[in-house]
């Protein structure tokens, strides 16, 4: 591996020296949290110039927050004014990106939100000479050596964050990702270092396994038994594969983990592969991923630069490697032995288990895959012990879990509560639906998933508690649905996806999934030149998905396949009366399938233009010029043509 | 372009099949997409039959077989964006532009790709041109922005 080719600048000799002093420390967890003076210098507790925080990540590059880093630098060159620009990742609150901190010397981290490009300048004016602008600011960091500006709450004290339980998000959004030493200087690797010296692989898949913690990627299979599994498997080579392919629509919560905080994700990998006694480890991310790939690219880099993955890592006689891999972008990838294919490079089909790849894995060697979240876990629990770990949540399901919240949601973000947590808690944290509407379900799980109503929001959040009401923990996507969101239209949109993502290997997920795709979509179409035939199909239709639906779960090779039709299940059990509606009396009522919609003209506005009439594919529209006209119910195919054309908006639907 | 190929094959020389996704993301980095003939090449490259080539790049969402155009739109099509409006965006950008998804328009000035989600929920509907994004679209930021670029 060609990492040492060129040196990291954010490393230098004093900082190796430092840190590798301290990791080599008798007590490495004691020593990294201890008052030194110069780790509260890599903390930046103590500072001489002013620091500017901006975060970066794929999710405020949309709004717009390398305009805003650039923005920044301009105005420090512009101003000649001596301040340290550092990028950190994501808070998590996504709706209030971009942000930036700023913290002068003596004073509190301040943290201001929505800092579009145009206004950092009068920002920064302010900021920099001890005048905040308090309505940008956000919240500031508690510190007791600081002194807190005034009127601004403590971040600690906003109930966003106080509600949560932070464990895998305590870096985000504060650290820099780009510079180990941030991590490092907060107790990062001490947990390898401590594994690497103290314990044997088969104690550190013990302290796991009382850990009970299970994984995060949808299954929830517990993680020890894997571990053990695999170490007690005898071959040559073993692989540890960290599973960083999120595919899941609409959950980002693995690339901002992994984009805030690359440096937690690679020290679980190093200690998983170390407690199966893997030399190899490989990290599957996804191509399209830029900034992920980016970071954890750099990580990897200074990882090595520091002695902390390759040869004879930290004088333990331990090797490992560590590669990443680019994905080129498959939803079935997310299953482990489709996964594995695709290493090999062959297409990601999954294959019948067992042999389990823990047994037979990759190249034909003991492997284990893991989610990115579950080994994010893993520091901490070697740090803080499996039992301590297993306090937290509930007794079958332990730990924290984060999930990303989006939808019509006044607050996009991502939030980490303990198992048990009920769903009513993680719409309340995100801010609830805007004000004027009503909330109809939350899906949760992803294209897996199902839909719960908001009656049984209450019940707690853990792997055994969502599938005894029919619903899947998933990768912890949540997706907030109202009164606009036409639910037949949300199944047809998952049905959609997997239709597309099926891999094709067996037959009912492949032939199954398209044909749930067809009914919906004959639900949802207009009626038009329908013959007999067509008719009873779309009558039959429901009872044809149910009946599929069950076949489909039950057939299926993989997880993908068995758990596609949890969305038409999860709505036929809750909304089946806008499937009915759907059916009999071809109304959509949230007005989002297209050709259900019936247009009328209002008379008030239409001018006679004649605008619609010449346009309409059908002539359903009639009238005398210059006076209101008339769309004849029976003729309209309700292509919507009209609407587009009228410049007087005089065209609405029902 | 043969020779292109030819020397980026060279970096990977005595590779195995496990280096066939990692050649063909070098080679769609570097032409952004597979031509029939780096197809062919790779197939000679690492002894195989180019109908295996071909199948596990259609089998990935990332390849495409037409060359990019001078606009590379990407449509994000996660459930947040479905949910905010992302199926009328992607309506409007397919007869604006008369090509769908994963085709070139002839002029070779627009290609168009649906992604599955691109993590930028809070911004939803977003789509990228050319690697700049656009948030919290609507229908008629979205006609100014392709009628700005059909001018140029």
Known sequence: MNTHANMDPHITPIDQEFFTKLLNAPDPIAASFAEDATLEKYRRVKITKPVIYVGLTSSSEVAGAFDTYNEVQRYLTETGVDADVVTVGSLGLCSFEPMIDVQLPGKCRIVFQQVTPE??????????????????????????????WPGVPYMDEISFFHSQRRLLLQNCGIIDPENISDYLSRGGYTALALVLRKHTHEAVCRIVEQSKLRGRGGGGFPTAKKWLMALQAAA????????????????????????????????????????????????????????????????????????????????????????????????????????????????????????????????????????????????TIIQKGGEWFAAIGTPTSTGTKIFSVAGKINSTCLVEVPMGTPLSKVVELAGGVPEERKLKAVQIGGASGGCAVPETLNGPIDFEALVDVGLNMGSGGVTILDDTVC????????????????????????????????????????????????????????????????????????????????PVLS????????????????????????????????????????????????NAIIGTPRSPYFIIEDKCIGCGVCQDVCKFSAVFFK | MRSRIESLLENYAHTKRDSLIPILQQIQDDLGYLSEEAVVLVGKHLDMPTSQIYGLATFYNQFRFEPKGKYHVQVCHGTACHVLGAQPILALLEKMLKIKDGQTSRDGQFSLQVMSCIGACAQAPAISINGKFYGKLTQERLKDIIDELKQH
Do not use: W
């Not at chain 1, 206004?119 to 920064?124: D, N, Q, T």
């Not at chain 1, 996804?286 to 040869?311: D, F, M, S």
């Open chain 1, 236 to 379: 040559d080579q073993k692989y540890f594969i960290c599973n960083a392919d999120e595919s899941d629509p609409g959950a980002f919560m693995d690339r901002l983990l992994m984009e805030s905080d690359p440096h937690r994700v690679i020290e679980g990998l190093a200690i998983g592969a170390y407690a199966i006694g893997a030399s190899k480890a490989i990290i599957y991310t996804r191509n399209r991923y830029r900034l992920t790939v980016e970071r954890l690219e750099k990580a990897l880099k200074q990882a090595y630069q520091l002695g902390l993955l390759g040869h004879n890592i930290l004088d333990s006689g331990y090797n490992l490697d560590i590669v990443l891999r680019k994905g080129p972008g498959a939803y079935v990838c997310g299953e482990e032995t489709a996964l594995i294919r695709s290493l090999e490079g062959k297409r990601g089909m999954p294959e019948s288990k067992p042999p389990y790849p823990a047994e037979k894995g990759l190249f034909g060697k003991p492997t284990v895959v893991n989610n990115i979240e579950t080994l994010a876990n893993v520091p």
């Open chain 1, 487 to 566: 639910m037949i239209d949300m199944v047809k949109y998952f049905m959609h996806f997997i239709q597309k993502e099926s891999c094709g290997k067996c037959i009912p997920c492949r032939d199954g999934s398209r044909r749930m795709l067809e009914i919906l979509e004959n639900i949802t179409r207009r009626p038009v030149n329908e013959n007999g035939h067509n008719t009873l199909e779309r009558f039959k239709g429901v009872i044809h998905l149910e009946s599929l639906a069950e076949v489909m779960r039950d057939t299926s090779l993989c997880g993908l396949g068995q758990t596609a039709p949890n």
């Open chain 1, 119 to 148: 206004k950092v300048s009068s920002l920064l004016d302010g900021a920099l000479n001890n005048f905040i602008p308090t309505e940008f600011a956000l919240g500031q960091y508690r510190q007791s050596i600081h002194q807190p």
């Open chain 1, 571 to 618: 709505t036929l059990k809750h909304f089946r009366e806008e499937y009915e509606e759907h059916i009999f009396d071809r109304k959509c009522r949230a007005g989002v399938c297209r050709d259900l919609r019936t247009f009328y003209v209002d008379v008030e506005k239409c001018t006679g233009c004649t605008a619609c009439a010449r346009k309409c594919p059908t």
